[in-house]
């Protein structure tokens, strides 16, 4: 099954939202020791972008994340889907390979099973990171998205991991997608590394 977002959320990020607080910087305040996930971004993007995971709001899956980036599972996947003011979307691992075959990206995950969901009272506020799912709400797995902007349509509805804590101005660089293809990318930008600290 595919690990998207809905079809409606995709009609209301086209009206934009609200951007959340951010520092000057574009970052967030860390809520706490990390982990973080360090991306290396590559492609015609790059820089590198630090993710706050959250272990107390979702335990489950900031564990796969961290196991997946361990293994280095997440080295040279793809931002397959990225719609302008909404999200770019990452980590499937299985089909989402740069220099591989992507018209399958997105609909992967890992080795490991599925995973229950999470849900908080956390909001998708700009830089939240969510885990991407099919219907079924317990299918989360390795896919992960990061929001350009608002989306509180999004609470209660996927699992928040983490929030971007530096290198937003790389993530609103990353190469989007077409609107007409939901947010499918051409030459897609990449993980280049992506490792815990």
């Known amino acids: 099954m595919r690990k998207l977002l809905g079809a409606t959320v995709l009609t209301l990020a086209a009206t934009g939202f609200a951007v959340g607080a951010f520092a000057q910087d574009g970052t967030t305040a860390p809520d706490g020791p990390g982990p973080n996930l ?14 706050d995971l959250l272990p107390d709001v979702a335990p489950q899956h900031v564990e796969r ?18 719609i302008e003011g909404f999200m770019a979307q990452t980590g499937d691992v299985q089909f989402g390979k740069r220099g591989g075959d992507l018209a399958m990206a997105g609909m992967g995950g890992s080795k490991y099973g599925d995973l229950p969901a999470e849900f908080s009272n956390r909001s998708f506020t700009r830089g939240m990171v969510g885990m991407a799912r099919s219907a079924d709400p317990n299918s989360a797995n390795s896919q992960f ?19 971007v804590v530096e290198g937003m101005d790389v993530v609103d660089a990353i190469k989007k997608g077409a609107p007409q293809q939901n947010g499918l990318v051409e030459d897609p930008d990449y993980i280049v590394s992506a490792t815990i600290e």
């Open 65 to 82: 994340i961290t196991q997946l980036a361990n293994e280095h599972a997440y080295d040279d996947v793809v931002f397959h889907r990225v």
């Open 38 to 51: 360090v991306l290396e971004i590559g492609g015609a993007t790059s820089g590198k972008v630090v993710i």
């Open 145 to 163: 998205f990061i929001m350009f902007a608002d989306a509180p349509h999004l609470d209660g509805q996927y699992t928040i991991v983490g929030h």
